[in-house]
């Protein structure tokens, strides 16, 4: 058996945090634990699967997915495209508020249905100011209001994540291309991650996710959005399904203001590289040196 299995890294877990910090961040295993297959126990860390251990792994999720939900579903394993280095960037005067990225991300993501979720949160801000703390995500009222300005949050994708360095089993690490991924299978759903983060952008699935089978994107990818286990905790991944095939975010596309801006770095005539050549940008909570790739921009 390799050195390198499910068993090793609770191991290593274990010694990184303490025989009480452990028990607790193991607590969730005792409600999906049973459900694993001896096969999904003791699968390597994805960084260290063969390309024919992929494959198998596909096919083998493939068919617990049309098992359990009743979906016939291809996933893959999509790499980094070389020499891409991907950003976002919101404009804050056109974005109403809406929610239709939210939304899309809820559908393009296969999230549980009874609880709504969503990577984006959008957040009702007083005009004149960014105070987060005053902020309101829970609006239920007609949008645009008036005095109120709307500032969508999701994964920023830090340069220098909190997230990363806070998991004990290296479940989540940061990708060539930029983005942030979390290995679902490899995550023993401590939480660590989610208190790190300074953006509440990561997501913790209490139960097993709920979605019809009619409701299921089949259009899925391993570090992306197949139907997460519970137990497991989840981010934003900038659709990393679609975008390293060349395709906009779902919620870019979604957006029916033009307020969303994607794209690579690298490319010197890229819709992204203009905005953070020709406007002011600013970036959330600067002062944690966090190096996010999520900017934000006004018009004015």
């Known amino acids: 058996m390799e050195d390198t299995t499910r068993r090793a890294a609770l191991k290593l877990g274990g010694f990184t945090l303490g025989s009480a910090a452990m028990a607790r ?22 960084k260290e699967l063969s390309k024919a251990d992929m494959e198998a792994i596909l096919r083998r999720l493939e068919a617990k997915t049309l098992e359990e939900y009743g979906a016939e579903v291809h996933i893959e ?23 239709k990225c939210a939304e899309a991300c809820h559908k393009e993501n296969n999230h549980d249905r009874p609880t ?11 005009k004149g100011s960014l105070s987060l703390e005053h902020a ?21 994708h830090c340069d220098n994540a909190p ?15 930029g983005i942030v991924v979390v290995d679902y299978n490899w995550c023993i759903g401590c939480r660590y991650c989610e208190a790190a983060c300074p953006y509440h952008a990561r997501r913790f699935n209490w139960s097993k996710p709920e979605i019809p089978a ?15 286990p519970q137990g497991v905790m989840e981010k934003c991944t900038f659709c990393l399904h679609r975008t390293r095939k060349g395709l906009q975010p779902a919620c870019l596309e979604a957006c029916p203001t033009g307020s969303r801006v994607f794209g690579n770095l690298l490319d010197a005539k890229s819709d992204i590289r203009w905005v953070l050549d020709n406007k002011r940008v600013f970036i959330l909570k600067e002062d944690l040196g966090t190096h996010p790739r999520f900017f934000y921009f006004f018009d004015k």
């Open 214 to 228: 009619a409701e299921v994107n089949p259009n899925q990818a391993y570090l992306s959005n197949q139907i997460r």
């Open 116 to 126: 709504g979720n969503s990577y984006i949160r959008v957040l009702e801000m007083e």
């Open 77 to 99: 394993d999509v790499r980094p495209i070389p020499d891409v280095q991907f950003a976002y960037a919101l404009n804050l005067s056109r974005c109403i508020g809406c929610r």
């Open 25 to 46: 961040a193991l607590a969730p295993l005792t409600e999906w634990v049973p459900t694993l297959s001896v096969d999904e126990f003791l699968q390597k860390h994805y």
């Open 136 to 156: 309101n995500s829970e609006y239920n009222h007609p949008v645009p209001a008036e005095g109120k300005f709307y500032m969508p949050v999701q994964c920023h």
């Open 163 to 177: 997230c990363v360095r806070a998991c004990p089993v290296q479940a989540t690490w940061k990708e060539a291309d």
